[in-house]
T-cell receptor, first 116, second 111 residues
Framework: DAGVIQSPRHEVTEMGQEVTLRCKPISGHNSLFWYRQTMMRGLELLIYFNNNVPIDDSGMPEDRFSAKMPNASFSTLKIQPSEPRDSAVYFC??????????????FGEGSRLTVL | SQKIEQNSEALNIQEGKTATLTCNYTNYSPAYLQWYRQDPGRGPVFLLLIRENEKEKRKERLKVTFDTTLKQSLFHITASQPADSATYLCALDPWGNDMRFGAGTRLTVKP
């Protein structure tokens, strides 16, 4: 398996522009997570999906952030409009998890976002 | 509020020694606790999982303990090597739902 695939790996954009980050989870996994990592705040959970349904989006910073999972093999995280404080590395992770089995998370290589 | 604290930002040890990293949590009742390794510019990689009813788990040179009374997990690397240098993250897992991470401890093993 190719693992979790994220794109783009690097994105540099200007304040006010729309940014879309993409994630392809590992086939067969039922859970997908979006995290944001910065030096100041570490690895923060933004949102996670189970069976394509958003379960908890309490970590999404504000209305400028939105995430979708239209099917089991694709998810997007969108920031509109972007701001310099959104600069971070965004990770997608997938897993097989439920209330009985706590599978480990498999992370992608991340998307490094710089907003000027 | 819920907190996950990894006590040391950085830990420097000599090759061959045992590294011990600490993860403390408050206002959580995790069913599982997981440890990950992260190298610069890469995503975290899973190392070990321990359940709330387990006291200790081992895998090769790694050992994890989980004390739900103290609300603490210890992560040990025995016979440490320079290749073990990385950031180590603990993650709390309340019954197969969300997974939240500590800030991590950066371990440097010097030859």
């Amino acid at each position: 398996d190719a693992g979790v695939i994220q794109s783009p790996r690097h994105e540099v954009t200007e304040m006010g522009q729309e940014v879309t980050l993409r994630c392809k989870p590992i086939s067969g996994h039922n859970s997908l997570f979006w995290y944001r990592q910065t030096m100041m705040r570490g690895l923060e959970l933004l949102i996670y999906f189970n069976n394509n349904v958003p379960i908890d989006d309490s970590g999404m910073p504000e209305d400028r952030f939105s995430a979708k999972m239209p099917n089991a093999s694709f998810s997007t995280l969108k920031i509109q409009p972007s701001e310099p404080r959104d600069s971070a590395v965004y990770f997608c992770a997938s897993s097989n998890r439920d209330r009985v089995f706590a599978g480990e998370l498999f992370f992608g290589e991340g998307s490094r976002l710089t907003v000027l | 509020s819920q907190k996950i604290e990894q006590n040391s930002e950085a830990l420097n040890i000599q090759e061959g020694k045992t590294a011990t990293l600490t993860c403390n949590y408050t206002n959580y009742s995790p069913a599982y606790l997981q440890w990950y390794r992260q190298d610069p510019g890469r995503g975290p990689v899973f190392l070990l999982l321990i359940r709330e009813n387990e006291k200790e788990k081992r895998k090769e040179r790694l050992k994890v303990t989980f004390d739900t009374t103290l609300k603490q997990s210890l992560f040990h690397i025995t016979a440490s090597q320079p290749a073990d240098s990385a950031t180590y993250l603990c993650a709390l897992d309340p019954w197969g739902n969300d997974m939240r991470f500590g800030a991590g401890t950066r371990l440097t093993v010097k030859p």
